[in-house]
């Protein structure tokens, strides 16, 4: 990993809501973090805790309406992302901050070559440049073999992995400062789910960009990311340097995200879970959000949500127990 430096991006206090016929549900409810030029930083969480949607909103890319932007700032490179024009925003999206999202096979479009897909953004910020070399070159810093073949073919003729790959050498057609991988690996077997990884890791390494990486599952991240958020019901509820959180976790959340990844050694048995679900957003639980799955809830948790505090350098949690 890249040794980060200077703050790129800096999330302070974004609110993310959708309208609904009972009046407006947070998606996203306070959430801040930072993201340092060369850094990889994850986002974890079970699938419905405001990954996504955080993840869109950091290049305005929520549907207005039914999203509402309530709150907060989104500051990149010192700039407010909620408070750009059209025209700042189209050269922010794709040339600055660059997406890789879920199910590739869903995000490419059937009906045209996978090389002239790669080509689009290219054509749209790149003057002056040869689009069918850049492909190719793209195509091959990629890993994806045979380019000047591939790069003709339809997304359908290519397997998940490399349908993964060209949604890479997309994001990475104008030299983003900011690559953001939406559960990357999710449709993908665990081979290739390696590879994928190990790649993003390799590029982050390579072109010194910055990554964030969305996951449900904290043992993906252990290799690549500098810095962990956890996140639950809209809201961050761990954050800390990624070895601190993984071998001293504090919210009860991410002691049962991380007992719930499989592992190789050790006698065999049944995977621990947690029990229950995320809860909807438009019938949050009172007080803190966890506590209806929480081993160790007490009255307090039923009536007050925790504020953050410092468990440690640089290290937070927002759970009333968890020096318990």
Not at 71 to 92: C, N, T
Not at 171 to 186: H, K, Q
Request: with cysteine; aromatic share 4%; charged share 25%.
């Amino acid at each position: 990993m890249t040794e980060p430096n200077g703050i790129l991006l800096d999330v302070q206090d974004l609110r993310t809501s959708f309208k609904a016929k009972r009046g407006m549900v947070r998606a996203v409810d306070g959430v801040s973090f930072a993201v340092r030029k060369g850094e990889t930083v994850a986002l974890v969480g079970e699938s419905g805790c405001g990954k996504s949607v955080t993840a869109l909103s950091l290049a305005r890319l929520v549907p207005q309406p039914p999203g509402v932007y309530e709150g907060g700032r989104i500051l990149y490179e010192g700039r407010d992302v909620l408070r750009m024009d059209e025209a700042a925003l189209r050269e922010l999206r794709g040339k600055e901050i660059s997406y890789v999202f879920q199910e590739p096979g869903e995000s490419l479009n059937p009906v045209f070559r996978v090389g002239y897909q790669i080509g689009e953004a290219i054509r749209l910020h790149r003057a002056n440049v040869n689009v069918r070399d850049e492909v190719i070159r793209l195509m091959n810093l990629v890993g994806l073999p045979e380019p000047e073949r591939r790069m003709d073919a339809y997304p359908n003729e290519l397997s998940g992995g490399m349908q993964q790959r060209a949604m890479i050498a997309m994001a990475l057609a104008c030299s983003p400062n900011l690559l953001i991988a939406d559960e990357p690996t999710t449709a993908l077997d665990v081979t290739i789910q390696a590879q994928i990884m190990e790649l993003l890791g390799s590029l982050q390494k390579q072109l010194g960009m910055a990554v964030l990486l969305i996951t449900h599952n904290l043992g993906l991240v252990a290799d690549v990311a500098h810095w962990i958020n956890v996140m639950y019901a809209g809201r961050i509820v761990e954050s800390g340097p990624t070895e601190d959180v993984l071998t001293h976790p504090k919210h009860p959340y991410t002691i049962g995200l991380l007992e719930a990844v499989p592992r190789l050694e050790g006698t065999a048995g049944r995977l621990k879970g947690i029990d229950g679900t995320v809860p909807n957003p438009a019938q949050l639980p009172s007080g803190c959000k966890f506590h209806p799955r929480c081993g160790k809830c007490q009255a307090i948790c039923r009536e007050k949500e925790p504020a953050f505090e410092e468990a440690g350098p640089s290290h937070s949690v927002k759970c009333h127990l968890w020096r318990s």
